[in-house]
């Protein structure tokens, strides 16, 4: 059910959150979830003789590639630009990125947090979300994206599937969230958040594998010097 949660942010899960997906005009909802485990299958065929961050990369690469490419059916186009990709729909009013989280992700009674410190491309994308649910506060978040193209801003709403693999539970829980909120350069706010099914891991990597170490995501962080 959708709600208020910490924030003000809503939350959608269950029936209201495929319908959410499919109201911001995604003909085929699942194929957040379908990409994310292609990304996974790409990441448990790595043998042990792989890099620890092998599996990872190819996880997320993957992934992203997947989703994309299911998008790109609908018109939407993709966006490099400062190594941060992202799919832009066709209207400019939205754009879709991928992202890991904590172990909060997918939990609808918790904030979640991306998993590492973000760079230049992320924290522009949050500003101009802060920028534009400032500005649109007074309307419905339903109808926030289309907000982006009557402001007359150069950037769409950026949303993030954000995901978690949980080794304990061996699941991967996943999330299509819109952020508004940076601190100590982690995303920890959201002006809403859609929690999708979570993936067992189980068909996908029945064997018990050697531990290996999620990549980094191409955003670079750029420190100043003093």
């Known amino acids: 059910m959708a709600r208020k949660a910490e924030r003000d942010t ?3 899960d269950g029936a209201e959150a495929s ?25 448990f065929s790595r043998s042990k003789f792989a890099p620890r961050t092998a599996g990872g990369y190819d996880q997320w690469a993957t992934a992203v ?5 299911q998008l790109s059916k609908d ?21 879709i990125g991928l992202l890991q989280g904590d172990a909060a992700t997918g939990v609808r009674n918790a904030t979640p947090k991306t998993a ?22 007074q309307i419905p978040i339903a109808v926030l994206p289309k907000v982006a193209k009557k402001s007359g801003a150069n950037e769409p709403l950026t949303y993030f599937v954000l ?15 819109c952020p508004h909120m940076l601190e100590d350069g982690k995303i920890t706010g959201w002006i809403e958040r859609i929690i999708l099914p979570p993936i067992s891991l189980d068909p996908i990597d029945p064997a018990t ?5 999620d990549a980094p995501e191409v955003d ?3 420190t100043r010097r003093g």
């Open 10 to 12: 809503v939350v959608y």
């Open 19 to 43: 319908q959410r997906l499919r109201d911001l005009g995604f003909t085929k909802p699942e194929l957040f979830r379908e990409g994310m485990e292609v990304g996974l299958t790409a990441r």
């Open 65 to 69: 590639e997947n989703i994309r490419d």
């Open 75 to 95: 018109g939407w186009v993709i966006a490099d630009a400062s190594n941060f990709p992202r799919s832009i729909h066709p209207s400019g009013t939205m754009a």
């Open 116 to 137: 590492r410190k973000k760079g230049p491309a992320t924290w522009r994308v949050v500003d101009k979300n802060r920028q534009l649910d400032l500005f649109a506060k």
């Open 163 to 177: 995901w978690y693999l949980d080794r304990k539970l061996r699941e991967v829980r996943l999330e299509m969230s």
């Open 209 to 213: 594998r050697r531990g290996d170490d």
């Open 220 to 222: 670079v962080r750029v």
